[in-house]
Every structure is written in C-alpha cells, then in structure tokens.
C-alpha cells in the first residue's frame, strides 16, 4: 500500500503536477515545433515516452550496476584489496571511508549515448516489426535523440538512484508517466493550435509568440493541479493513521 | 574540403542579433524558459553554454576533415557532452549553490539543439578561427537573450535586478512571471515585440528606397 501510494504520486506529479513541458521546460523543441496537428502530436508523445521508457530502464541498470559510487567494486571489496590507493586518494575520502570506484562522473556521456543508440534500436525494430506505424512516425523518431525530456528523465532517475531512494519501479513510473505527460500537453496544445489557425492574431504575434502564450495560459491551468498533488498526498501518505482511528470515529459519524 | 562560406567577422555580427539564437533560430529555448527566473542563474548559465560552445566549436572544427558523414551527429553530442561534464564539476566545485539551484539544466546543456546546430552548420565545414568567431558570436546572442528575459522576469516578478532592489515598494510584485506561465509569457512578448520591431524597420527600408530612386529621377 505504502509503495503503492509512492508510485501514484510519483506518476500524478511526473505527468500533472509537474508536467515536464509546462513547469520543467524539457522538450519545448518538439512541443512548439510538431503541435500543428492533433495526430502528428499524438504520434510524438507516444514515440516519446516510448524511448523514454526504453533509455530509462537502460540508464538505471547501467546507474545502478556500472555509475553509482560503489557499485562496480563494493566498498569494503575495495578497501580490503586496495587501503593503499584509499589513503592516497586524498585524506577526507580516506577518512569517510568513501574510496571507491566512482563513475558517475561519466554519467552525462553515458546517458546521452545510451539515449542516442536506443533511439536507433527502437528505429530499427519499429521499421522492421510495425512498418505503418514507422511510416506513420517518420521523421519524429531520429529527432527523439535531441529530445531534452528523454535526458532529463536520465538525470531525475540518476538523482535517485545515487541517494538509494528509487529502484527500478520508481524509476520506470517517472519515464512512463513523464512521457504521458508530455504526450498530454502536445496534444492539448495542437488542438488549441488547430483552432488558433481560424483566430485572427496580430501579425507581430504570429507563430511562435502567441504559441507561447497560450503556453502560458495552459501552463496556468496546469499549475491548478499543485493543489490536487497535496490534497493526494495528504490523503494517501496519512492513511494509516486514519485508520487507526477509525474504531473511534462510529460514534461520531452515527451522530 | 574547402574554406568556402561567410567570413569570421560575418560570423561574428550573424550570430549576436540578426541571427540570434533565440530571438531568430527558436533554438535553446529550454534554457531560456528555465532559468530565467533571475538574472544571476541566468548569466551563469550563458557562462557555462559559451564555454561549451567554443570549447566544442573549436574542437569540431579541428578535427573536421576526420567526420564520418553519418556518424558525425554522434560525434558532436559526445564532444559537447565531455565538456558539459567539465562545466558541471566545475560550477560545483566553485559555486555550489548556483550549481545546485540551476540542478539538471547544467548537464542539459547537452541537448541544447544550439550548440549541434553551430557544429553542423559551421565548426564542421570551416577553418578554427571563423568557428571561434562564430561560437562567440552566438554566444553573445544567446547572452541577448537570456539576460532581456531574466531582466523582465526578474524586475516585474521580484522588483530587483541583479538582487539589487529596483521598482519602490509600493508596485506590486508579479510573481506570476517568477513562475513557469511567467515564462512563457514574457518569451512570447518579447518575440512579438522583436518581430513588430524588424517588421516596421524592414517598411521604412521598403518605403526608403523607391523615395531615393524619385529622388535621384
């Protein structure tokens, strides 16, 4: 139940309350460039949280099991074969006892590369398993790699890992319902877009700027949910206790 | 492969207004939105992109006549990530508290379509001096940018500049446009206004012309 309630608020506020396009600005690019037509950004989102799903398993086994401080060579593995090389690593990391094998300053080249060739991986099987829906894609999957919402989704899940707060669930929720979210709010903006067309703009304000604005107002309308997310919290976190005192409470609701 | 395209100074000049990243390309727009919020978060992040920028620009450049056509967009991204790499244990090594309060938007650097953009279009296909020129001149552009935004941003939603207190206290504060919606907001605005601006100065250059030509008739 505990986890339960973890992973629901971790997917409401990837996908609503902090909408990575609307409060985090990761993949403006796709999201003012590919929001013309409601089907184009359907077929966008879906593309997108489908490699952010793949490239967010990637990223936490290879976080998890190659980056993380520690975890290609356990601490005491290291400081039992080599106290040598702890103590000449420098006094403070000899004397926290925290020598070891730390990669995560790799993490940056490793992530964007993992991101790039599983861009390419899922290219490849799509083209081969789905053509029409390879067809139907296009040019949106190759541009996916430049995507800041995939890398970001990367970095959050990086974060967690490294403060052993997240596992492999946690992580995979954030991607999925990150790409939902994103998915959520392209199509949401091409179908405002869609009637924008008929509008009649100023010509300065034309494109990209009342683009941006009605960004604004959706941002605006989404920011409403940052009410929701506590309420949620507040009733899914303070269950238990609730519970508890239920026994006690009949004969007050019988009144 | 030959040197031929726009010279160092054309560059240079291109790259801070008439082509300016922001204003004219639309690109880095995530940067722009995300850490506008204030002016100092801002510049820091235009410090950290410049040098991403040049280092890479300069460094594509050198090894340019090395590019596989079709592994050469993987070549870029893994250039500009090493340097991000620097650039991030260096603003945390030396200013903590920015680095951490500008959080994942320093390794996102990495996919500013920008700095790919300035690879492909220039370091790849000329001499190291004009992709100097170059990365400095868009850098500047991008410096445009941000700091016209952080300043709006900044003044409107807190009354400061810099952290430097500057409406009276009377006004009251917009903090709207501290917030996310602020940001786009203001980007949106400002565009529009760049465009009327361009638009009216391209009329009276239109109108300018045939009046020399009666003139001189």
């Not at chain 1, 593309?47 to 490239?55: D, K």
């Not at chain 1, 992580?171 to 903006?189: D, P, Q």
């Not at chain 2, 850490?35 to 820091?44: D, N, Y």
């Not at chain 2, 940001?183 to 020399?212: D, H």
Request: aromatic share 8%; proline share 6%; hydrophobic share 55%.
């Amino acid at each position: 139940m505990e986890t339960l309630a973890s992973l629901l608020l971790i997917a409401l506020g990837a996908a609503l309350i902090n909408n990575f396009v609307l409060t985090y600005f990761v993949g403006i690019c796709p999201f003012l460039g590919v929001s013309k037509r409601i089907d184009l950004a359907l077929g966008m989102g879906l593309a997108v949280t489908f490699v952010i799903s793949v490239a967010a398993l990637l990223s936490w086994t290879l976080t998890e099991f190659v980056l993380r401080p520690g975890a290609l060579v356990p601490t005491a593995v290291w400081n039992a074969v080599a106290p040598a090389a702890g103590d000449a690593a420098g006094d403070a990391a000899g004397a926290a006892g925290a020598a070891t094998v730390d990669l995560s300053v790799l993490s940056y080249i490793v992530y964007i590369f993992v991101i790039a060739s599983s861009v390419q991986f899922v290219e490849m099987y799509v083209r081969r398993f789905f053509p029409p829906l390879y067809k139907s894609f296009g040019i949106f999957l190759p541009l996916i790699t430049t995507n800041c919402a995939i890398l970001f989704a990367c970095l959050e899940i990086l974060k967690r890992v490294e403060a052993r707060e997240w596992g492999l669930v946690e992580s995979l929720t954030l991607a999925v319902f990150g790409g939902v979210g994103f998915t959520l709010a392209i199509v949401l903006m091409a179908g405002i877009r869609e009637e924008l067309e008929l509008a009649d703009v100023p010509k300065a304000l034309a494109g990209a700027p009342i683009t941006l604005i009605t960004a604004a107002l959706l941002a605006l309308a989404f920011m409403g949910f940052v009410g929701m997310g506590a309420n949620v919290e507040k009733a899914l976190v303070e269950q238990p206790p609730i519970s508890a005192e239920r026994p006690t409470s009949p004969p007050d609701s019988g009144r | 492969m030959n040197d031929s395209g726009p010279t160092a100074a054309e560059r240079f000049v291109r790259g801070i207004l008439p082509e300016n990243p922001v204003y004219r390309q639309l690109l880095g727009m995530c940067p722009t939105l995300a850490v506008t919020a204030a002016v100092k978060p801002a510049l820091t992040m235009v410090a950290a992109t410049a040098f991403v920028l040049i280092c890479a620009n300069v460094l594509v450049s050198l090894i340019r006549r090395l590019l596989v056509p079709h592994l050469r967009i993987l070549v870029f991204t893994l250039t500009i990530a090493t340097f991000v790499t620097i650039a991030d244990r260096v603003l945390a090594a030396y200013l903590y508290e920015m680095s951490k309060a500008l959080g994942p938007y320093v390794p996102l650097i990495i996919v500013n379509c920008m700095i790919i953009s300035r690879c492909e279009v220039c370091a790849s296909k000329q001499t190291v001096g004009v992709a100097l020129a170059d990365a400095v001149g868009v850098s500047l552009g991008f410096l445009v940018a941000l700091a016209s935004v952080a300043t709006v941003r900044e003044i409107l939603g807190m009354g400061t500049w810099m952290g430097l207190p500057v409406l009276p206290e009377g006004v009251p504060r917009l903090v709207l446009f501290v917030m996310p919606p602020g940001a786009f907001l203001t980007l949106g605005l400002l565009l529009g206004a760049i465009n009327a601006w361009s638009a009216r100065r391209a009329r009276r250059r239109a109108s300018a012309t045939p009046r020399t030509v009666k003139e001189a008739a």
